[in-house]
């Protein structure tokens, strides 16, 4: 049975992806737990609330 190389060029994009995906997760991760460890209980939630009371902070100022 021959094998059919768009389906295996398919099945390498897929494995790159599956791989980057995990690698970015990992990466998430630890950037989570060291933004938890500087102070941000939430880790990226937190630090993801805290930039965006600053832009709106930044919005208001200007307003002004």
Request: proline letters at 2%; a negative charge.
């Amino acid at each position: 049975m021959e094998k059919d190389p768009e389906k295996e060029k398919l099945r390498t994009t897929i494995s790159e992806l599956e791989s980057l995906n995990d690698q970015l997760i990992s990466e998430l991760r630890f950037l989570d737990e060291l933004l938890r460890k500087v102070g941000f209980s939430e880790g990226l939630k937190t630090l993801k609330n805290a930039a965006e009371d600053l832009i709106r902070q930044d919005r208001l100022d200007l307003e002004e």
